[in-house]
């Protein structure tokens, strides 16, 4: 079983949509939880860290679900720019691994 | 100029060549990865380091070694590479304190 999972998509929305991505996690001593973006053949940069409590970035919420074990990422008002690849990260207790989502595809549609 | 810094940036080499991909980072981080990513497989770890003398093997570390020469530097070998190791592979540092991971460019790498 995957640490990690994600739906891959495509999602294609037209610009202004509000979209939202799941990921699921299946170690529960998972400590830390991320979310980056990889635009095509570019490097996966963080986006944003995921907190017990959720977290807003502007356009992007990101929330938390310890029972479930499951993080999501919400984009309110689409933007073209905001095509790209998210992936979903994970760390365990121990900080020493991340533990990769295979990523969920993302096209805003003009 | 890149925190994190990859050389080559794209090799193309043949199956059987010994080739080393390096990273070098300006971030004074301890910690280093080398990853290599798959269409459809996400980012996998190969091998890691927390310090100079500290190596250890990842998900996918067979076919691979790793030497880290610096607390700055940390390379990447293939002693005898393959076409199945054709992939794009990245270095990465961290702080161990946020756990947020800071990736070079990425070597595109082909094996033929």
């Known amino acids: 079983r995957k640490e990690v999972e994600q739906d891959p998509g495509p999602f294609n929305v037209p610009e202004g949509a509000t979209v939202a991505f799941n990921c699921t996690y299946s170690n529960s001593a998972s400590q830390s939880f991320f979310w980056y973006r990889q635009d095509c053949r570019k490097e996966p940069k963080l986006l944003m860290s995921?907190?017990?409590s959720g977290n807003e970035d502007g356009r992007f919420t990101a929330q938390l679900n310890r029972a479930s074990q499951y993080i999501s990422l919400l984009i309110r008002d689409s933007k073209l720019s905001d095509s790209a690849t998210y992936l979903c990260?994970?760390?365990?207790?121990?900080?020493?691994?991340?533990?990769f989502g295979t990523g969920t595809s993302l096209t805003v549609i003009p | 100029d890149a925190d994190v810094t990859q050389t080559p940036r794209n090799r193309i080499t043949k199956t059987g060549k010994r080739i080393m991909l390096e990273c070098s980072q300006t971030?004074?981080?301890?910690?280093m990865y080398w990853y290599r990513q798959d269409p459809g497989l996400g980012l996998q770890l190969i091998y890691y380091?927390?310090?100079?003398?500290?190596?250890n093997k990842g998900e996918i570390s067979d076919g691979y070694s790793v030497s880290r020469q610096a607390q700055a530097k940390f390379s990447l070998s293939l002693e005898s590479a393959i076409p199945n190791q054709t992939a794009l592979y990245f270095c990465?540092?961290?702080?161990?304190?946020?756990?947020?991971?800071?990736f070079g460019a990425g070597t595109r790498l082909s094996v033929l």
């Open positions: 990465a540092t961290s702080d161990g304190a946020k756990n947020i991971q800071y």
């Open positions: 995921v907190y017990s």
């Open positions: 971030k004074g981080h301890d910690r």
């Open positions: 380091s927390f310090d100079v003398k500290d190596i």
């Open positions: 990260v994970v760390t365990l207790n121990t900080g020493n691994q991340f533990y």
